[in-house]
C-alpha cells in the first residue's frame, strides 16, 4: 500500500484503495450531518456544516477511500459560502443580496426529494420480489422483522461509528511513517472468526480490544472489503443506532 495518510504505512502485498460501487456523493454527506444533527436545512449553520464535512473528508483519505473531484468542489463550495457569510456587508447589500446558502439549500431539497422517490420504488420492488419468493418456497428470515428498521444503512453510517471510535485515540505524529506489522487478510480473518458461532456482531463489541489507531484503520478497511464482497451484512436497528455485523 503505498500508505494510509496521515503519516501511516500499512503492509500489504499491493496497494490497497477502497472502492465502492454505492458510495455516496458529497449531497449524500451533506444531507447525513444535517439529519444527524437535526440542523434546520433552511437555516445550515456554515461554519460547523463546513468544519464537520471537512472531517469527513480528511477521515476518507486516511482510509484510502476514493475522493471523487466532487467531494473536493463542495469542501470549495462550502468555504466560499462560509466566506460569503463572514464578510461585512453595508445596509443595501443586506436587503438586496441572496442568502449565500440559497443555491445550496435549494440542491439538497431537490435532492433530498430525488432519494425519497428512488427509496420508495426500490421499497416496492423489494416487497414485490418478496411476495413472488414466497410463493414458490416459504422465505426464511434471519431476524425478527421489528429488529431492523433500515435493511440497508449509509456508508456515512459506519463511518460515523468510526470517526466517533478514533476520536477517542492518540493520533499518530505526521512526521513519523513506521511499518505496521498488520494486513488486510489478517484483519479479515479477524473479523471473520469474531463472527463464528454468532448470529451477529455489534460493532463496538468487534473492535472494542483494538488499541492501535493503525490496526483499528486497517480493521474498518477488511470490513468495507467483506461488505463489497457481499460476506457480510452491516446493519442498524435504529436510526444512527447501534451497529450490528452478521455473515451473509
Known sequence: MPGVEFGLEIETKD?????????EGPLDLLCFLIKKQELNIYDIPIALITKQYLEYIQLMQ???????????????????????????????????????????????????????????????????????????????????????????????????????????????????????PVTIEEQIDFVMKQLEGKEYV????????????????VTFLAILELIKNHQILVRQATVFGEIWISKR
Open 15 to 23: 496497494a490497497y484503495r477502497v472502492r465502492l460501487p454505492n458510495f
Open 62 to 180: 486516511e482510509l484510502n477511500l476514493e475522493v471523487a473531484g466532487e467531494f473536493i468542489l463542495m469542501a470549495a463550495t462550502l468555504i466560499q459560502i462560509k466566506v460569503k457569510m463572514l464578510l461585512p456587508r453595508g445596509p443595501e447589500e443586506e436587503e438586496e443580496e441572496e442568502d449565500p446558502r440559497a443555491a445550496l439549500v435549494q440542491k439538497l431539497l431537490e435532492y433530498q426529494r430525488y432519494k425519497e422517490v428512488a427509496e420508495s420504488l426500490a421499497g416496492l420492488e423489494e416487497r414485490r420480489s418478496r411476495i413472488f419468493q414466497r410463493s414458490y418456497y416459504e422465505w426464511e428470515k434471519p431476524y425478527q422483522e421489528k429488529e431492523w428498521v433500515l435493511k440497508d444503512m449509509s456508508l456515512y453510517d459506519l463511518l460515523a461509528a468510526f470517526k466517533a471510535v478514533l476520536d477517542h485515540m492518540p493520533k499518530v505524529s505526521y512526521h513519523e511513517v513506521a511499518p505496521i
Open 202 to 217: 455489534l460493532f463496538h463489541d468487534l473492535i472494542r480490544e483494538i488499541r492501535e489507531r493503525v490496526r483499528m484503520v
